[in-house]
């Protein structure tokens, strides 16, 4: 720990980095009132675009910071009694250069493109961005903790953009009714804007944030010469009609699936100002059918597979619920299990109660319903940010098919999920506090589903962050939480010995199982130290989560148990040169204990980061790792060792605004004990025209595991590991996957995106041993005693036939059978999302997802080519949607 904590000294101790210069600045835009209507086309052909109100002083932060824009800008701005407008006439001396790529709406890609970003509440820390290419694609979002960017809000509003001979313009039209403001009879709004030219590299802004600095909207100059506006308070309505058409897979006898379904369903959403702060969305039956499958996995681990949030009434406004990484503006972890508070795919998750596995047949629903959800963002006060969502998911039930009877089997709760999260700031943002409690409360009809699940969950967290210096340079910033859960004595029971605790682990003497218990209250916190300003950088935390600590049930948890610090330390080059535009590179000492005292894991990491002045970039890292000790590889049974490990990886990317681009990731990591992995990364992304991409990425993932997990088997005789045989094997396996891509504008607002993503993924197993002692790497290979392996059967016979240990079926924990413990797995995902906004907020969505896969048992060879090939035998699953959305206000 001490030589974790030597970097902080250092840290704390270095001088106060100098702040970048910046030129003469703007510092107010003045807005004209219009009384007659503007149309936007992108035509600057209204009078009031030609007053001497334009902003026309641009300065570069690339590639030349702080020199003026290449090229000349103006920008007006004006409003209404219903919007605020922008006109922006962008002067190019090559207009024929322009790069204007045609994209589907806040899809990312290469493109000259215009910004503005307002921060309406004036808290110099949060607001919005609004941004046009020069094709006319659309982009938004919000903005929060002083510069992050947000892309998950779909606000509805105007931008057109034409080319012309003296380069390109473009209009924006942004309703009051999408922001929120304080009522006041003049107003003085945050204002920035942005131009990127592509072909030069060139991002200019009117204020800009120097790359040796932080701090994004509390530069931004004040808009003025508003009056007597009122904010938005219309009612927003989103009503839906979807109609679903699945052709599956089916056994002919099945009386639940003939190998159709046809599923008409209907909803809405609504979305309206509450005073002039705060907004109020609610959904009705909604409709989160994905136009974005989920990957296929095979995760071989003891920790859950994380999978991002795509629902959109759950995207949109997600980072008001964000706690823990405020006020700093890097977050750094190196083996810290962080916590997420809030995983908004708890609800309305697949249904988590099992079958009692015994019937015939079983109809079951794929996902648990959402009956209702409201959720309250904005503001309480001028300085108080505040959130809250609410959620009610149905009681889901399996129909089980016994012979000539059925039977309804309950296998998921009615359910109640909450979260409130409100941040206060003082003093200019130079300090702030925030708090979050989180809720989830079942209603079970049937005991035994009692057993399954938490009855109870609340978690209560506080967070924030306090500057050390006037200049902001240096933050300290953190949470600290506490959790508890109650439920049945065999539920809470079954939480104890899961992969986030392992209470059961025999030679730990700081937790056990108790089996009588009904509920569990634990406690975690972190607090980082920042310098976020100047030449050099730094980042060093510390932070612990006790064993009894558990959100999973309305966030996301990997492990508890654990004590985890870190220091690092950098050093930045911000100047062009001929050859780079940034360069850093960073070094940082990390580790990590349990509460017994064990060091789980630690090490030293090395990086650095190069952008090229032709846009290309290169990353490339290393690490060590010493001797540690290992708490979770047995899976609830005694301690091992981690023998020494290395880590090597490099990233390359070229030019995004090629018509070709490519980028390989490498890494590899391998132990002194013989153990190794390596991961290879690539992909191409082809533009042949401006308003089509094409992209391949495919992966390739290799590893050999000296010891693997595979089972704890019961022996009176092993007395070294507490009467029980942990056995383990070496693995090879191999993953091959290659995600394919197609995306085609047709216009602004008309889309068409093809995916397809193979997998093929295998594992052999073999050289079984077992443990031979807690807290060692040592074993005993079953072969060298004359141990014996059926790989037809699955069984293993420790010391041979005649001996006096008894056979045991080989278990793969992973994939819940026994027998051979190979695998081989491949599977075709596929969708087809056709998008039509055929006017501003409405949409049709036409959607085709297809599923094809297998898995074998017994086949642990891999041979990609066959394997390919017999990709496109396999049966498919085919589902269609058909969405259609209809914006209105009332």
């Known amino acids: 720990m001490a030589l974790a904590l030597l970097p902080i000294v250092l840290l704390a101790a270095s001088a106060v980095g100098s702040t970048n210069g910046q030129p003469s600045l703007t510092r107010e835009v003045h807005a004209a009132r219009v009384s007659t209507p503007i149309s936007i086309d ?83 820390r949060s607001g919005y961005y609004f941004m046009v290419n020069a094709a006319g694609t659309l982009y938004d979002g919000t903005l929060s903790n002083d510069g992050w960017e947000d892309n998950s809000w779909d606000g509805v509003w105007e931008g057109k953009a034409r080319i012309d001979r003296e380069g390109w313009t473009c209009e924006m039209r942004i309703p009051y009714s999408q922001l929120r403001f304080q009522k006041s009879q003049r107003y003085r709004w945050g204002v920035n804007f942005r131009r990127v030219i592509q072909r030069r590299n060139e991002e200019t802004f009117l204020v800009y944030q120097p790359k040796k600095e932080s701090g994004f909207v509390s530069r931004f100059p004040d808009l003025v010469g508003m009056e007597n506006v009122s904010p938005g308070r219309s009612l927003e309505v989103l009503p839906y009609l979807t109609t679903k058409a699945e052709y599956i897979q089916h056994n002919p006898l099945d009386p639940f699936n003939d190998g159709s379904r046809y599923t008409p369903d209907g909803g809405a959403d609504v979305r309206m100002g509450v005073g002039s702060r705060l907004t109020l969305n609610a959904t009705i039956n909604p409709d989160f059918g994905q136009v974005e499958i989920d990957p296929a996995e095979v995760n071989l681990s003891d920790a859950e597979t994380f999978f991002q949030e795509k629902r959109p ?57 959402i009956l209702g959800a409201a959720k309250l963002t904005g503001k309480i006060a001028p300085t108080v940010n505040f959130g809250t969502l609410h959620a009610i998911t149905a009681r889901e039930h399996a129909d089980l098919q016994y012979g000539s009877g059925r039977e309804e089997y309950e296998i998921e709760p009615l359910a109640y999920y909450g979260v409130t999260r409100a941040l206060k700031e003082f003093k200019g943002r130079h300090h702030g506090l925030g708090f979050m409690t989180t809720a989830a409360a079942r209603s079970f009809e049937d005991q035994p589903s009692r057993n399954w699940l938490n009855s109870e969950s609340f978690m209560t967290a506080v967070d924030g962050w306090t500057f050390l210096d006037k200049d902001q340079t240096w933050v300290i910033s953190g949470w600290s939480a506490m959790s508890h859960i109650r439920g049945t004595p065999t539920r809470i029971g079954n ?14 003497n700081h937790v056990g199982v108790d089996p009588n218990r009904t509920s569990l209250t634990g406690f975690g916190s ?83 980061n190069t952008e090229f002045f032709n846009n290309w970039s290169w990353r490339y890292r290393t690490a060590f790792n010493p001797t540690t000790v290992n708490t979770t590889r047995t899976r609830g049974g005694p301690r091992t060792l981690n023998r020494p490990g290395y880590e090597l990886g490099t990233y390359f990317d070229t030019d995004g605004k090629a018509k070709v681009f490519y980028w390989v990731d490498y890494n590899t990591y391998f132990t002194e004990a013989g153990s190794w992995n390596f991961n290879l990364a690539s992909g191409i992304e082809w533009k042949p025209v401006s308003n089509l991409t094409l992209a391949f990425e495919p992966r390739l993932f290799k590893v050999h595991e000296d010891v693997k997990w595979l089972l704890s088997e019961a022996d009176p005789a092993a007395d070294a590991t507490f009467g029980r045989r942990e056995v383990f094997s070496q693995l090879d396996r191999t993953d091959v996957r290659g995600g394919v891509r197609f995306n085609c504008a047709f216009t602004p607002r008309l889309s068409l995106q093809l995916y397809g993503e193979p997998l093929i993924s295998s594992g052999h197993y073999h050289g079984f041993k077992q443990l031979a002692r807690p807290k060692s790497y040592d074993f005993i290979d079953y072969a060298a005693q004359g141990g014996t392996y059926d790989q037809s059967t699955g069984m293993i016979d420790p010391d041979g ?38 006017m501003p907020g409405s949409t049709l969505f036409l959607v085709w997802t297809q599923e094809r896969g297998e898995f074998d048992a017994h086949r642990g060879e891999f041979q990609f080519g066959p394997a390919f090939g017999d990709l496109f035998d396999l049966r498919a699953d085919n589902i269609f949607l058909a969405k259609m959305t209809y914006y209105f206000t009332l």
Request: glycine content about 10%.
């Open 495 to 508: 939480v104890q010995q899961n992969s986030r605790h392992y209470f059961q682990r025999p030679d730990a």
């Open 526 to 608: 972190r607090y980082w130290l920042n310098k976020q300003k100047g030449s050099t950088f730094g980042n060093a935390a510390i932070g612990f989560m006790d064993p009894n600590f558990d959100v999973n049930d309305v966030g996301f948890h990997s492990r508890s148990d654990v004590i985890n610090a870190h220091a690092g330390y950098g050093y930045q080059w911000t100047e062009t040169t001929k050859l780079r535009k940034y360069q850093n590179v960073l070094g940082a000492l990390f580790a990590s204990f349990d509460f017994q005292g064990n060091p789980t894991w630690g090490g030293v990491f090395l990086q650095g």
């Open 42 to 124: 992108g035509v600057l052909s209204e009078e009031l675009w030609h007053n001497g109100n334009a902003v026309t002083e641009f300065w570069q932060r690339d590639p030349y910071e702080g020199a003026p824009s290449s090229q000349r800008t103006e920008v007006r701005v004006a409003y209404d009694d219903d919007a605020v407008y922008v006109g922006a006439r962008l002067y190019d001396s090559a207009p024929d250069s322009i790069i204007a790529r045609l994209t589907r709406r806040d899809v990312s890609i290469p493109a000259d493109r215009f910004s503005l970003y307002l921060d309406p509440f004036y808290d110099r």
């Open 801 to 838: 036939p005649g001996g006096p240990a008894a056979p045991f079926a080989a278990y793969n924990p992973d994939f819940d059978y026994s027998g051979n413990p190979d695998f081989k797995i491949r599977s075709l995902r596929g969708n087809a999302v056709l998008r039509w906004e055929y």
């Open 313 to 369: 009434f759950f995207v949109e406004g997600s980072s008001n619920f964000g706690c823990g990484n405020q006020g700093a503006n890097d977050y750094w972890g190196f083996n810290w299990p962080e916590p997420i508070f809030f995983y908004t795919r708890r609800i309305g998750r697949n249904p988590q109660i099992d079958t009692p596995g015994d019937s015939d047949f079983e109809n079951a629903p794929v996902g648990t319903s």
